[in-house]
């Protein structure tokens, strides 16, 4: 199966900051990767698809980026909102796989 | 668009438990839906999708021939028969609704609140 590795583990930063979160995969998914976001005690909720392609209303700070095995999800202008986990997600291949999460906190 | 889980419980390691996932809110026979859990401080665990005929079924390596994924269009409710459990299948399970009807083994773009799975060894 394919394994995503999420970096940093942990992101502290302040609002108004810029937030860049890793995800790695251990072969090509192409650019069949999603982001979500996972605040406490709720379920995720999609942020990106397809690597750069926003879910409907989404605001335009965030931005999705990369192809193959490294993609980047970029967080412009933090909000006090956006402190929550990040999980990305393949559709490369079966079974479909996620990383293991980066919290971006505030610092 | 809401999916609502139930059928979480505390119960022993070896026994059996059905989860369900009643949809509204859209064509639900046209999307798939997929089962994901999270263990208690983890990540996502993606478990099983099945289509939106049914006709076909997916399921994680973790789970597969322990688990059963099924749905009745007509009830918009989709099930997973969770057999032989295990300590580690301890989790929050969410339903989730395929982003697009194009395709499976997709995003998801609407999910549960969530349903708890308790086993103990």
């Known amino acids: 199966e394919i394994v995503l590795t999420q970096s940093p583990a942990t992101l502290s930063l302040s609002p108004g900051e810029s937030a860049t979160l890793s995800c790695r995969a251990s072969q090509s998914v192409s650019s069949s990767l999603a982001w979500y976001q996972q605040k406490p005690g709720q379920a995720p909720s999609l942020l990106i698809y397809?690597?750069?392609t926003r879910a409907p209303g989404i605001p335009g700070r965030f931005s999705g980026d990369g192809s193959g095995t490294d993609f980047t999800l970029t967080i412009t202008n933090l909000e006090p909102e956006d402190f929550a986990v990040y999980h990305c997600?393949?559709?490369?291949?079966?079974?479909?796989?996620f990383g293991g999460g980066t919290a971006v906190e505030m610092k | 668009v809401q999916l609502l889980e139930s059928g979480g419980a505390s119960i022993q390691a070896g026994g059996s438990l059905r989860l369900s996932c009643e949809a509204s809110?859209?064509?639900?026979?046209?999307?798939?839906i997929n089962w994901v859990r999270q263990a208690p401080g983890r990540g996502l665990e993606w478990v099983a999708e099945i289509s939106g005929t049914g006709s076909s079924t997916y399921y994680a390596g973790s789970v597969e021939g322990r688990f059963t994924i099924s749905r009745d269009n007509f009830k918009k409710t989709v099930f997973l028969q969770m057999d032989s459990l295990r300590a580690e299948d301890t989790a929050v399970y969410y339903c989730?609704?395929?982003?697009?009807?194009?395709?499976?083994?997709?995003?998801?773009?609407?999910w549960g609140q969530g349903t708890l799975v308790t086993v103990s060894s």
């Open positions: 809110g859209f064509t639900f026979a046209s999307y798939a």
């Open positions: 989730a609704k395929s982003l697009t009807t194009e395709w499976l083994g997709g995003y998801f773009d609407y």
């Open positions: 397809d690597s750069t």
């Open positions: 997600q393949q559709r490369g291949r079966w079974p479909l796989t």
